[in-house]
């Protein structure tokens, strides 16, 4: 059952308060250039944010606290190169219940606080030949195969009806990852990330399926995310750590632990890519203060 639009744009104007109020401690009125998702596993990015100060999810009300392993809950503020930046450290999956508006939470209190981009990072499986696990992936597209979308329902706030996403993955901040990676002497792959609902990894003959429609990675997260995102003019740019091969590429199994062990072996590579080009990403068209 959907809310009404009035009511979830009440809760995410109470958090976005709520967080306001670290972020001036901590920023003296800034507000971040970007909202940075750290994915499964990755949440090592945080310890990159300078100084930061760390605001639990249970301390933001309304805040939809995630309940997977490997994900932690909470936010992040401080600087990264300089820059203003908000962390996420865990977040909401479609696979873990309750409406999907749950999971683009965060999407709108980025919004209501004014930031204007979106760096989102996340464990996917590798679905194109030649590509292996510990390597990563621009995203330069999506498949949305969830079958919903964080959008379904009354208009929320300021939101789009209906968002164009022929540009979703933002050319100009793809352009500057694929940059920074480069100078890092990252490898890094650039494809279409399929969105699966999940929680069930996907058998041999959907992935099968999955790479006849063009997928060339395969997740659980993110495709929300960047609709809702796209809803309301926010900037995304997205990061895959390839954590496995996807289901039947190998004739073994895959599992949860083999995905987290493999983010922790890219994860330096993964740090630094995310870290050096989310502070070069362009800030706010206009001062905020
Ligand atoms: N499938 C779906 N989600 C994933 C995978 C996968 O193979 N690896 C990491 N997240």
Redesign the pocket.
Known sequence: MTRAAADIQVGVDAAAAALRARIGDRLDGDAPHVAITMGSGLGGLGEEIEDPVRVPYEDLPGWPRPTVIGHAGHALIGTLGGRPVLGLSGRVHLYEGGPPERVVFYVRVAAALGIPVLFLSN???AIREGWHPGELMLVSDHLNLTGTSPLIGPVVGTENRFPDLTFAYDRELRTIVRGTASELGQTLHEGVYAA?H?PA??TPAEIRMLRALGADA???STVPEVIAARALGIRCVAVSCL??Y??GVLDEP?NHEE?LETTKLAQAGFQRLVELSAARCPGPAAPTR
């Open positions: 464990a996917a499986g699966m999940g990894f996907e395969v997740g659980m954590t496995n996807a289901a895959l995905v």
